[in-house]
């Protein structure tokens, strides 16, 4: 099999798309956040305020959304379809509520009742909080794995995916987000409404702090697999360990007030979270619950040695050109919001 500085072909596109997908995380992750926290600002301006804080980025973020589904398709098609097919349901949910976030977004301002508003106010929040917990319910099916058969094909139901450990994992997912979200909104904010958050990014953290312990004892009382990649390589005990200081930290910074290093922080810790599950699933993509030799892997779902060569050549040029445009925004619309006849 072919490599690229001594790494096969299938593990550098394992590695590419795990990176779009963090980057996803993180970026949309945050406006996600302040989406989900949005029904608990009361007055005009200051709801007005926190949507204008991811104004100028919230659509730019989406975009890893879109590499990161033809990455996937392009290097994993098996992984793809497979997919698609199993979280048929929640994916077309998922799509509809992404839908409606956007027509929220932009249809809030356009009139000036207060029933309109309300309304749009009340479609942004809740569908915020729904793409970041169906993802969240997707990424612990993975976790646990699926029903699939020796053809790849789902045998399962969409009930199934609704178990106790997904919803958990949905639940952890959001309780992220929020977290991000608010540590963002307070760097963009002052007076008044930066004192309501401030004291609003310490509630988020407590919430995500109580949902990643739950999850960690969880997932090792019932999913003792998911330790053996540590338990094989003692050394990876690392990443596990980091994560829980990066957590500490992000708490001691938040109740320092340094709320530009607390919002790195937690960027990385949604980062080194999906490391950890890309560690333990490695070289699975998705796991079979029905016989473990039918689960895909990164080389019984991946596309063609040449196909994986070209489509790297893309993402090594592709990327970083996404990656400096997002760059080039954040820098550009730096700083607090102030409110002006454009706004939303």
Same mark, same amino acid.
């Given at each position: 099999?072919?490599?690229f ?9 394992f590695a590419v798309? *795990?990176?779009v997908f963090? *980057?996803?995380?993180i ?5 996600l956040?302040?989406?989900a926290?949005?029904?608990l600002? !009361?007055k @005009?301006e200051s709801?007005r305020i ?5 104004g100028?980025?919230?659509d *730019? ?6 590499i990161?589904? *033809?990455a996937l398709?392009?290097?994993?098609? @098996?992984?793809?379809?497979?997919? =698609?097919s199993?979280? #048929? &349901?929640p994916?077309m ?12 977004i @932009?249809?809030?301002?356009?009139? +000036?009742?207060?029933w309109w508003?309300q309304?749009?106010? &009340?479609?942004?929040?809740i ?5 970041a917990?169906l993802?969240?319910?997707v990424?612990? $099916?993975? &976790?646990q794995g699926?029903p699939?058969? /020796?053809?790849?094909e #789902? ?10 450990y997904?919803?958990l %994992? ?6 992220s987000?929020?977290?991000h979200g608010?540590i ?10 930066y ?14 702090v109580?949902? #990643?312990i =739950? ?6 009382v ?5 330790s ?5 390589h003692p050394?990876?005990f690392?990443v ?6 990066i957590?500490? $930290? %992000?708490?001691i910074?938040? /109740?320092k007030? !340094?709320?530009?290093?607390a ?10 979270? =999906?490391? +950890? ?11 079979s %619950? ?9 080389y019984?779902?991946a596309?063609? /040695? ?7 050549l ?9 990656a400096t445009?997002?760059?080039?925004v954040f820098?550009?619309?730096?700083g607090?919001?102030? =409110?002006?006849e454009?706004?939303?």
């Amino acid at each position: 099999m072919a490599t690229f500085l001594g790494i096969d072909l299938p593990t550098w596109w394992f590695a590419v798309i *795990g990176a779009v997908f963090t *980057g996803y995380a993180i970026l949309d992750g945050f406006d996600l956040g302040a989406g989900a926290i949005h029904l608990l600002f !009361k007055k @005009e301006e200051s709801r007005r305020i926190a949507l204008n804080a991811i104004g100028p980025v919230w659509d *730019g973020n989406e975009v890893w959304l879109v590499i990161g589904g *033809g990455a996937l398709f392009a290097g994993f098609p @098996e992984v793809y379809a497979t997919l =698609l097919s199993a979280f #048929y &349901i929640p994916f077309m949910l998922f799509l509809m509520v992404l839908i409606l976030r956007a027509i929220a977004i @932009e249809f809030r301002s356009k009139e +000036t009742m207060l029933w309109w508003r309300q309304l749009w106010d &009340i479609v942004y929040s809740i569908s915020s909080m729904m793409i970041a917990f169906l993802l969240g319910v997707v990424l612990g $099916n993975l &976790i646990q794995g699926i029903p699939i058969d /020796e053809d790849f094909e #789902y045998q399962g139901d969409f009930v199934q995916l609704l178990n106790p450990y997904a919803l958990l %994992t949905g639940l952890t997912t959001l309780a992220s987000c929020t977290m991000h979200g608010s540590i963002y909104l307070v760097m963009k904010t002052e007076k008044r409404l930066y004192t309501k958050l401030s004291i609003m990014v310490s509630d988020t953290s407590r919430f995500f702090v109580v949902c #990643y312990i =739950l999850q960690t004892m969880v997932t090792l009382v019932y999913f003792p697999s998911m330790s053996a990649t540590f338990k094989a390589h003692p050394t990876l005990f690392a990443v596990p360990l980091i994560t829980v200081l990066i957590i500490i $930290n %992000t708490r001691i910074l938040l /109740e320092k007030g !340094k709320y530009m290093l607390a919002f790195m922080s937690s960027a990385f810790t949604m980062a080194s979270l =999906l490391v +950890t599950v890309a560690m333990n699933l490695f070289p699975k993509i998705i796991h079979s %619950t029905i016989n473990p030799a039918y689960s895909i892997t990164i080389y019984n779902g991946a596309s063609s /040695e040449k196909s994986l060569s070209i489509i790297l050549l893309f993402a090594v040029v592709g990327v970083p050109i996404v990656a400096t445009y997002t760059f080039f925004v954040f820098w550009t619309f730096k700083g607090k919001v102030k =409110l002006d006849e454009n706004s939303y």
